[in-house]
């Protein structure tokens, strides 16, 4: 059986429901296709279970420094992973339902639930028909990447979706890759009162990040007992009784480390493999992620990748913004493109990290003159009042920009050719205001940071940051 769309979407993540409904809302007869469950990674096992863990944990983190704040309890903190899971479980159900009742209400939008394949650049199976459209928009996401370590597929290994399964908290869970989610993990089973150790391959921790704030989150999360090794080569993994051994060689420390499950945390990959993308024209890079041009268009003509597929980001935000480009272009007779987009995103520990723009390193390898302005958190009033005084506040901006704003309470506008960005400048210790690279924000509060280096920066187009 055969039929004709105006445009077909396959992948109801983050970019595809909101096309869906835009482009049903001009008229369009649109076909979205799904093949598990609505609302993709970020909904069922990304960013919507993770933060309801993080919460819980903050909470529990919270309840042990209940003294601290004058606060008596009458027992012992305890965790009860049970109500935890129901939890969590409640607020992704919520989500999911809500997402796949909307997408189905749309007037002009069919929802077909299978695996997509293309036939051609126009036609599409899904199960035992052929959906045709000129207009096809690929929004498949990815998965958790499991590299060929020897061993790795003698072993139980728990990855970001299995873990969020267990009915139990590891007793010593470790965790290979110290970057976003293997942190996020590390931290919530920590305050949850597991013992974890995190093996690194590079010599820091979140790498993409400059060194001073790699170091302020070791810091941050060993004095919470999380254990890690760094510059960790040739891991491997073998069973030791009911226990998991992870081999490494580091430069110092023990050759192997024994715990009762293993998460691997290193990276993700394209959900390309089986989208019959030759068939279609659809060119992808080594690593499976489909070529789009700025505009996020792919090597075959009507044919668009949006989202973690494209490589051009890994966050549900920049998968949003994926969408207000194409809808933007398509529907609105604009001229957006990717390279407008402003990097922005957050780790999720506690205290969180945050960054706008380039890091200090990144402007520095560009050839950027820049000047650094920092401060801890201690030293900012809303942090010591509510007893939040971990981590540094830190602005990088361009000491070339001819701009100056020198006022501490009115703010001046510095907009950086670069990252775009607009910063409202309170007074600068040592220079004056000028265009802004990046902010970041290892912690809680900065609302209070007055007189400061630098606050508040904002992006010119805001990415719809639901996470920011
Ligand atoms: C543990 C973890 C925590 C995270 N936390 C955050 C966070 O706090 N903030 C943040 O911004 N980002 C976070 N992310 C990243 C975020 O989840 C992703 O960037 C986002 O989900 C990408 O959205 P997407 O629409 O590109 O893909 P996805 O959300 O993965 O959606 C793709 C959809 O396509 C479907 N699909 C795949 N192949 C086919 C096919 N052939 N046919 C039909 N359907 C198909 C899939 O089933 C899926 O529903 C996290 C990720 C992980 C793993």
Request: aromatic share 4%.
């Amino acid at each position: 059986m055969s039929r004709y769309f105006d445009a077909i979407i396959i992948g109801a993540g983050q970019a595809g429901p909101a096309l869906a409904s835009r482009l049903s809302e001009a008229g369009m007869m649109v076909a979205i296709v799904e093949s598990n469950l609505f609302g993709g990674t970020c909904v069922n096992t990304g960013c919507t279970p993770t933060k309801t863990l993080v919460a819980s944990a903050h909470a529990a983190h919270l309840a042990r420094r209940a003294a601290e704040f004058g606060v008596v309890l009458s027992s012992d903190v305890g965790i009860d992973m049970t109500r935890v899971k129901a939890r969590q479980n409640a607020v992704v159900r919520q989500k999911r339902e809500g997402l796949e009742r909307w997408v189905r209400s749309q007037a002009n939008c069919t929802v077909y639930q299978g695996h997509a394949r293309f036939e051609s650049a126009r036609e599409v199976w899904v199960g035992d028909e052929v959906l045709t459209a000129d207009k096809i928009f690929i929004n498949v996401g990815g998965r958790a990447n499991i590299p060929d370590l020897p061993g790795v597929d003698q072993v139980p290994i728990l990855t970001n979706t299995t873990l969020l399964e267990l009915d139990e908290l590891p007793r010593h869970l470790v965790i290979v890759g110290g970057s976003y989610v293997g942190l996020e993990f590390a931290q919530i089973c920590r305050r949850f009162g597991a013992k974890v150790t995190v093996i690194e391959m590079a010599h820091r921790l979140i790498q993409r990040e400059d060194p001073d704030v790699s170091a302020a989150v070791q810091a941050i999360l060993e004095a919470e007992g999380i254990q890690f090794r760094l510059a960790a080569e040739c891991i491997r993994c073998e069973r030791r009784g009911a226990d998991i051994c992870v081999g490494l060689d580091c430069k110092s420390g023990p050759p192997e480390i024994v715990g009762s499950d293993v998460l691997l945390a290193v990276g993700r990959r394209p959900n390309t493999d089986d989208l019959g993308l030759e068939a279609a024209g659809i060119e992808v890079d080594k690593h499976g992620y489909i070529l789009v041009d700025d505009t996020l268009r792919t090597t075959a003509p009507g044919v668009w990748a949006l989202g973690d597929c494209n490589g051009k980001g890994a966050f549900t935000h920049t998968a949003y913004n994926d969408f207000e480009i194409v809808a933007a272009n398509l529907l609105d007779g604009e001229s957006r493109s990717i390279s407008d987009r402003i990097p922005a995103y957050a780790l999720f520990t506690d205290p969180p990290l945050g960054r706008v723009g380039l890091s200090e390193t990144e402007a520095r390898v560009a050839g950027k003159r820049i000047l650094i302005g920092s401060r801890p958190m201690t030293q900012v009033g809303r942090a010591v009042e509510k007893g939040e005084t971990l981590g540094f506040m830190k602005v990088v901006v361009d000491a070339g920009h001819p701009r100056s704003g020198n006022t501490r309470d009115r703010g001046r506008r510095g907009d950086s050719r670069n990252s775009r960005c607009n910063v409202r400048q309170s007074k600068m210790r040592d220079a004056e205001a000028r265009g802004a690279y990046s902010s970041h924000r290892l912690g809680t509060y900065s609302d209070h940071a007055r007189p400061t280096p630098a606050t508040e920066v904002t992006p010119k187009k805001t990415p719809s940051a639901r996470s920011l």
